[in-house]
């Protein structure tokens, strides 16, 4: 008699969200993204993550609450790729102190229909790359919100590099050691809070 197979299913890689919230072409938010990208498939064990990339939110509309009963093709696709996703990791400029317009937009459409939020439950790291300060005022404001939409804001370490435009390449080439160093050990603890959660 031919013992049953016990060999446990490989489990589902996690599913990780990418997208930057600048639309700059040579934007230094979006060279973190990319470079944190590169670093957790280093870091990641074999066929342990799938990460999508999103670069096309400039498309999605304003948000505006007469649109939501339109079942607009492109926000469906949107909300249906973060309710999928077991973590978001973002690239998010920081504008007047605050998120820029369209990572903002995104973050709005995310959570409705009101009950109906796609953004609950992720794990998400932010990477700010701005001027002399960093992006610690936009990272201040939007981690309690993220937060209180019930999700794990992976805050250590900080990702908020100074002047960001002269480290880092759109493309995540750099050859800075302390962008390199901060960011490997944010997505490190990213991979960490997704293994344990």
Do not use: C
């Not at 096309?56 to 249906?80: G, N, S």
């Amino acid at each position: 008699m031919t013992s049953p197979d016990t060999t446990p299913e490989p489990a589902a890689p996690f599913q990780i969200l990418a997208f930057s919230g600048s639309l700059r072409r040579e934007s230094s938010n979006t060279g973190l993204v990319n470079l944190a990208i590169r670093l957790l498939h280093e870091q990641a064990n074999d066929d342990e993550v799938h990460i999508e990339l999103v670069d096309w939110l400039r498309d999605i509309p304003y948000y505006d609450e007469d649109l939501e009963a339109e079942d607009l093709a492109i926000v469906a696709r949107w909300r249906a790729m973060v309710m999928d996703a077991d973590a978001l990791l973002i690239g998010m400029p920081e504008y007047n102190f605050g998120p820029s317009a369209v990572a903002k937009n995104a973050i709005d459409w995310a959570t409705r229909p009101y009950g109906g939020s796609a953004l609950r439950g992720k794990v998400i790291a932010l990477l700010t790359s701005a001027g002399k300060g960093g992006g610690t005022n936009v990272q201040q404001a939007l981690t309690p919100i993220l937060g209180y939409l019930g999700n794990t804001i992976v805050e250590k370490p900080p990702v908020t590099i100074a002047m960001g435009m002269q480290r880092i390449a759109a493309d995540g080439t750099t050859e800075d050691p302390e962008v390199l160093e901060v960011v490997g050990e944010k997505v490190a603890n990213m991979l960490e809070a997704l293994r344990t959660r």
